[in-house]
């Protein structure tokens, strides 16, 4: 692996704006001075507690406690190691990456393998692009099929990158290879079959998508990472897959079916007050409604929702309509759905329109046309979370048995008990019974029976909510040595001083703040202290780096940093000497208890004790 210069870190935290960085993925508003503020990333929350500092170069979340730097954010948002976030950071924002000498450099055969293919995916999306453009047998056929047959404008073509592919698979093989893209890259990729012993070559290289329309998919930074592939009369009868409809990438090192949303790069920069998301089926439904201006629409990738996919939108948004087929395998993905969105803390609505038997975005817009879009949009029904399941657990209330609306409350049930707070549940059960025409008071009665029978959880937890650290880890932030810790961050003209006065068995070392205290002592008794804006090389692991992070967020108001650097030492001596001192009195109050102990050196020991307690705690004079 590469090792990359201190220097150039350096360099790319003062280069890089970490709002810039953040915003990528969080909506961010003004918090105050040049503090900006929104929505964690990392947990669920409706009030937003994720704050900047972009003067710093620091984030903190107040609510899960999360913290760290541009590199930090990009490694934990991304999931990649130091060197490949560095590398990330460096593409992004035009930084030139310098590596160590002799310590490999990045040339294609060492690159990281997740950057790699997410390139190769950007090539394969441009090759695919230009044979739409072309004009050639599969080039014309394809255009016509967009415009002719779906009746989509050619603009959004060109917006998405809408590509295709002939029947012997396009030459993609030979572009890629022409590339130098590396072998591995080229064998997980998820664009070609290969035989796990075939050499690389051309022949090797069967592709996977022939003869089909490309529909590029990117994930929420709109990176290419894979692809859908619309069949057509182009598709060969020796294809694998002739006779499925839509053909996705499989899951590859850039690409997770149930982690992505279709379309959410785009939709996650327009949602906003009065501006929901909106969830189809299909990604030609996503498409067909951004086409006609509905900017925020997304879907899922031809499976069943998943709760990480809703957890991701809940980064951006809490307002979810559902605009999915009103025939029955649309209303079972529908109730499928709803749980989950409850689970992860979002609000949910049903678009349905009034006397139609079949609800099909993708249609309804073509019909429409651009034009009266968003007046027939608008024009919708939109029903509740509690109206939908009601309806669907009890189609006619009006004659409906005690027993039939029993069953069906039952069933609502079961899908209140995902919503993530009491208080929502108790207003679900009130509408519920307003649907059911049910008295309030005796459904809230069943509900609690219902919650409190043997298996069930007590409260649904949002999927994807933090663990907040145990009473014994959150008293350690309240630890002599976190304070001291802090001091010699914002007062690193304490260091030397502390470091001539702190002996190292005082420190507790079984907790990061006192690792990290007793490394920053050692530091300055060598005098090898970098400064507090180049610790990447004293950090060991990702929680030393979030509670650096931390403690740098918050300037501390402090007007004698001298005085309470003082009374921690006194607190840590006394830690210290404190349970020797017990010992010793014990041992001089029951003599013949211990026949190694010597009065007299116990006596010695316990005059040195006490007068080192008493002794006052004073920095030298020259801090």
């Keep these: 692996m590469p090792v990359i210069k201190p220097t150039c870190v350096r360099d790319l935290k003062l280069r890089v704006n970490l709002a810039d960085v953040v915003s990528r993925m969080v909506t961010l508003r003004k918090a105050g001075g040049a503090r900006l503020k929104g929505l964690c990333p990392f947990h ?44 990330a950071l460096g593409k992004r924002f035009g930084i030139v ?5 002799g310590s490999g450099g990045p040339s294609t055969a060492d690159r990281t393998l997740r950057q790699e293919v ?27 099929l967009w415009m002719e047959q779906r009746k989509f404008p050619a603009e959004l073509a060109d917006e998405f990158k809408i590509g295709a592919v002939d029947a012997d698979g396009g030459g993609l093989g030979g572009a890629l290879l022409r590339r130098k893209f590396s072998e591995e890259a080229l064998r997980r990729c998820g664009l070609f079959f290969i035989y796990d012993d075939a050499a690389i070559t051309l022949p090797a290289l069967r592709p996977r998508f022939r003869g089909r329309l490309m529909i590029p998919i990117r994930d929420h930074q709109g990176r290419v990472c894979a692809f859908t592939a619309r069949q057509t009369t182009l598709t060969p009868d020796d294809d694998p897959a002739r006779e499925a409809k ?30 929901p998301f909106v969830m189809v089926e299909g990604q030609l439904d996503a498409l067909r409604c951004w086409s006609v201006g509905l900017k925020t629409a ?71 046309g651009p034009e009266r879009a968003h007046e027939v949009y608008r024009g919708l029904n939109r029903e509740t979370a509690m109206a939908f399941a009601c309806r669907a657990a009890l189609p006619e209330v009006a004659g409906a048995s005690p027993e039939a609306k029993s069953r069906a409350a039952q069933s609502v049930f079961e899908i209140i008990a995902n919503a993530e707070s009491e208080v929502s549940r108790s207003e679900f059960v009130n509408e519920t ?74 420190i507790d070392t079984g907790h990061v703040a006192g690792a990290l205290l007793n490394r920053f002592i050692a530091e300055f008794e060598q005098n090898n202290w970098p400064g507090r804006d180049h610790l990447e090389t004293l950090l060991e692991s990702d929680a030393e780096r979030a509670l650096i992070a931390t403690l740098l967020f918050e300037t501390p108001a402090i007007d004698d940093p001298a005085k309470v650097a003082a009374e921690g030492l006194r607190q840590l001596r006394a830690r210290a000497l404190e349970p020797e001192l017990r010992k010793i009195e014990l041992a001089l109050a029951t003599p013949g208890a211990d ?28 801090f």
């Design 433 to 506: 019974a307003a649907h059911l025409r049910l008295p309030v008071a005796a459904l809230q009665r069943d509900f609690q029976g219902f919650s409190a029978r043997p298996g069930r959880p007590a409260a649904a937890r949002p999927a994807g909510e933090p663990t907040f650290p145990p009473p014994a880890q959150a008293a350690a932030s309240h630890t002599p040595e976190q304070h001291l810790l802090m001091l010699l961050l914002h007062f690193e003209a304490l260091g030397p001083p502390l470091s001539a006065s702190l002996p190292h068995d005082w």
């Design 118 to 144: 997410f390139d190769l995916h950007e090539v394969a999306a441009d090759h695919f692009f230009q044979a739409f453009k072309a004009h050639d047998a599969t080039g014309d056929f394809m255009r016509s």
């Design 298 to 368: 997304i879907a899922p990738q031809g499976t069943s929702i998943t709760e990480s996919q809703l957890v991701l939108l809940r980064r951006y948004h809490t307002q979810v309509e559902c605009f999915f087929d009103s025939d029955a395998a649309g209303q079972k993905a529908a109730l499928r759905f709803l749980p989950m969105a409850l689970k992860a803390g979002l609000e949910v609505r049903f678009l349905t329109l009034a006397g139609a038997s079949k609800l099909d975005p993708d249609l309804l817009f073509l019909e429409s």
């Design 44 to 87: 669920n929350e409706k009030t937003p507690s994720f704050h900047v500092d972009a003067d710093k170069g620091f984030y903190k979340c107040f609510g899960c406690g999360k913290a760290g730097d541009a590199i930090t954010f990009v490694r934990e948002t991304e999931q990649l190691n130091f060197t490949e976030a560095i590398e």
């Design 595 to 622: 026949g190694d102990s010597d009065p007299i050196s116990l006596l010695k020991r316990r005059s040195e004790i006490q007068r080192q307690l008493r002794q006052p705690i004073s920095l030298p004079a020259n």
């Design 246 to 275: 839509y053909v996705n990438s499989p899951e590859t090192p850039v690409f997770t079916k149930g982690n992505l949303l279709f379309n959410l790069d785009r939709a996650r920069t327009q949602v906003g007050e009065g501006k």
């Design 97 to 101: 990456i310098e590596y160590e000498e």
